[in-house]
């Protein structure tokens, strides 16, 4: 069964030769990547939304060096926590790092990744992941079907709470990662005059607390090139001021605690 709906007439996709198809005609080509772009024109607030490349490639070079790892795993015991099989979806995908990650470890889960960036999908399509479908989607309306996903993952990325609802199964879960109080924070310290802690995510509506945990671990940077792609793929990378970077790139080595938080809901039950 597909699992894509028509961003302009909301009727089923089908898979044909070159892409997606709604019966009233509507169609949208598969890029040679994998992906298929289902944003409309009149969604996009930029001509080329989302991250772009530079950050990408930093955060894709950086994830792959292994630094969130053990964030990845935790992801992974969440989504297979009660689970043998099912179908994930993850929002704000970036380049593919978890959504990988998981479809690797978990064979009988089949997979779908949207971001609004298109850069983001080209690389995650070169992932040639195995049982992943790929879409170019506004996290505000994510031209998917209703009620079909099992687990939904968003890391570090814009959600609409609405919109995860509707595409949840009422037994699903919402698996949302967000930055701890204390994420890169002697990274914050260097660069802001006064660094702020993050704040902490507030239960989307509509949803109830399932589970809640923080991983917590030390990173240490005694290579230069990883750390230089850690700044470049945060929004540290408008902040930073020329001597701060050359100074901190230049430090034989350098640990930065990385903390998040890890948020599991489920649909609130219906008060009806
Ligand atoms: C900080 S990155 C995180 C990417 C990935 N989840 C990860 O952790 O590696 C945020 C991602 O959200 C995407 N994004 C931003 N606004 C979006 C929106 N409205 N809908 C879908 N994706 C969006 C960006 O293009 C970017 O890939
Ligand atoms: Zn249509």
Known sequence: MGIWQCPVCAAPLDIIE?????????QFDRAKEGYTNLLLANQKRSADPGDNRDMLSARRDFLQAGYYQPLAEEILAQCAAGGDEGLLLDIGCGEGYYLDYLLQHLPQWRGAGIDISRQALRLAGKRKMARAQLGIASSKRIPLISGLFDRIVTVFAPIDAAEIHRLLKDQ???ILVTPGAEHLHELKAEIYQQA?????????????????????????FANAKDLENLLAMTPFVYKL????????????????????????????????
């Open 241 to 272: 001021d020329a001597k701060v970077r050359e100074g901190l790139l230049a430090r034989k080595s350098f640990t930065v605690q990385a903390e998040f938080l890890i948020s599991v809901y489920q649909k609130a039950p219906n008060d009806e």
């Open 172 to 174: 699903g879960k919402f």
């Open 196 to 220: 702020q802690l993050h704040e902490l995510a507030e239960t989307p509506l509509g949803f109830v607390l399932y589970q809640q945990e923080t991983v917590q671990f030390p990173m240490v």
């Open 18 to 26: 070159t892409g997606l198809c709604c019966s009233s005609g509507h």
